[in-house]
């Protein structure tokens, strides 16, 4: 008793500064279920913590920036660090501890730049276009299917709308939604909310009732392809899309397999390839929507802009080819670098008689953009 | 030029260091894409390697036991261990860097021990029951309902089996497969492989198409209920269970609603929840699995098992038990500490004229043995 006794002040000064730190914060919605941290405050003030009991330096890096953490005192080797606000939307992260890349256990795993890591939500006040609500619900369905391109067996996901098992003699449109580089067929589903997006627009009237085929589009890439956005970069992608994917949708869904009934629309090297591949295949897409593309520029100098470098003749005839094209739209984040090109290059092609429909939002080059993106694209398509 | 040629030699030995390391070992194939590390030889012998560059002390924590891992020279303070030959089957793992829990970059994120953790798959001689076959696959649905036990919205994971979707007027039996402690809805589908054990056996004529239903079956502890398995600590899940998970599937998914057509079955924790639950309701199950269940003892002492403290009244009148229940079905892993009361319980619940069918599966209490028990208790239901 005696030595419990003292152990109490101890316990009691830990409690206090466990309090000071959060209070007027809750767990992130990103967390797995019961995990404490990290937390979010009113202000958006990320509270970060993680045990690191003989460790000399620990960081969070963060999109908007690296935060030291403090050793708390008087426990048993728990670091913190309360953050400056945070950016509303969807943020990958890790620790570093003594230089180690450390995810975090308290946070969901998500898939980007090319690994399950760290990722928090922090809620966007007044906007609720992808909470869970209570209006009828889609599924999100795995299937296996071989790749001729690849001679082995990939996985993709299909967001089927609600309604889809009861209304069995209906036919559905398509969306089909890549995501960006390190990501993969779990990105749009987990960090872009697919599902509640659709199921919002949807209950609301304000989307049409798709079919949303996420698929992953990594593929090798040629060794010939020169670096950087290109045809001959994107042909194996093409093909996968072309011979195996859409074919494996129209085989296994109630779509209706014409080209103003689907679409192609990805993010950032998704948006490339949405505009490569899609532009160059009107026979099968009559929709198109490149979200945060770095394609025409502004994270490396790839030199003015010239739309016969990627879909080769397409404003020979500009006519036939908005007559072709129901939906042609680009967006991009207002901080993200990319910002400038797209604009530039939306007015470059508006000159050259295209058809371009354009919308940008605030945020920079991350999920809340391409969440927008999607509640804004959506509900255009298959009008 | 001068200064690249100083570095030659040191990278000349990096790259030996990593050879030595590597010879006759691949990528393990719970790897995300692309990983090197961890890798397997052919004897089983794991490399595991992480950047620790400021570190002191890099351990990895198997179940198999606890390697030290070395920093390398002349690297950039890359840490490397070579294991001992790993048991067959899925682990998990964790990386300590100065103490600090880490997961490995390299590897997928299973849920498991109620976080997203790393794993490694290590393949097992001569077993190909959950390889990824050319044969036709199903699918594995996501879709969130509404539970008036929790008054939240939670998510279940359904495998429908090929042609579930093509054959509109055929309805089919459901197995409902829970969980172990610290796990969820993703522990079958990921760990488990259930679609792969499914697919394999309903390819081979060997089990009969059927739904499988993955429910998250961590629900609130009601405060009063006593430490360990009881009635009272499973009435949340029993609710949840019998008024909102089967009604849900038998909603939106073409079953066949009735006890002969439902099983109840899981691992560990889940395997006590289908004793418990299952047996206590054959209005709704006619089938019952339990894999690897701590119910009978063997983690913690619980004295001699007497199944009227769970089940009151089922061996009242054993003919009548015998009748309603198609199959009651027990496994454990040869190396579990659970296999000795369990054994001594089948032979206990035998003598008192139960009719239980029992197998053991070498293996400790991990994946391998549920895999196992899986494969061996499917082709049993619905017949």
Chains 1, 2 share one sequence.
Request: some cysteine; charged content about 20%; proline content about 8%.
């Amino acid at each position: 008793m005696k030595r419990l006794l003292g152990l109490l002040p101890i316990l009691a000064l830990s409690a206090v500064c466990a309090f000071a730190q959060t209070t007027n914060s809750v767990p992130a919605p990103s967390n797995v279920p019961g995990a404490e941290f990290p937390r979010l405050d009113s202000d958006r003030r990320g509270t970060f913590q993680i045990k690191a009991p003989d460790a000399q330096h620990v960081q969070v890096n963060l999109p908007q920036g690296t935060f030291e953490l403090a050793k708390d005192d008087g426990d048993e080797g728990t670091w913190t660090v309360i953050t400056e606000p945070l950016e509303p939307g969807f943020h990958y992260y890790a620790f570093r501890v003594d230089g180690a890349m450390v995810f975090d256990p308290g946070s969901r795993a998500f898939y980007g730049a090319s690994r399950h890591g760290s990722g928090i939500e922090v809620p966007e006040p007044g906007l609720d276009f992808y909470d869970l609500k209570d209006v009828p619900h889609g599924q999100l369905r795995t299937l296996r299917y071989h790749s001729p391109v690849t001679d082995s067996w990939r996985q993709l996901i299909v967001y089927t709308p609600p309604g889809y098992d009861a209304n069995t003699y209906a036919r559905y449109p398509a969306l089909y939604l890549q995501h960006g580089g390190g990501e993969d067929e779990t990105s749009w589903a987990q960090q872009g909310k697919t599902d509640l997006i659709l199921d919002n627009l949807i209950a609301a009237g304000k989307a049409r009732p798709m079919l949303v085929v996420i698929a992953n589009g990594n593929l090798p890439r040629p060794p010939d392809a020169p670096p950087g956005y290109s045809r001959a970069g994107m042909a194996p992608f093409a093909a996968e899309l072309l011979t195996a994917i859409v074919p494996t949708i129209d085989t296994h869904f109630r779509t209706i397999a014409d080209p103003q009934h689907r679409a192609l629309a990805g993010l950032s090297m998704g948006g490339g390839q949405a505009f490569i591949v899609g532009l160059a295949h009107p026979e099968t897409f009559a929709s198109i929507g490149s979200f945060s593309t770095g394609l025409f520029g502004g994270i490396r100098d790839t030199g003015p802009f010239n739309i016969n470098d990627y879909v080769p003749g397409l404003l020979d005839d500009v006519t036939a080819t908005n007559a072709n094209l129901d939906l042609f739209y680009l967006s991009c984040g207002q901080q993200d670098n990319r910002i400038d090109h797209t604009q530039t290059v939306v007015d470059q092609l508006r000159a050259q008689g295209l058809d371009v429909a354009f919308n940008s939002f605030s945020g920079g080059h991350e999920w809340q953009v391409w969440r927008k993106s999607l509640h804004d694209f959506a509900p255009r398509l298959f009008r």
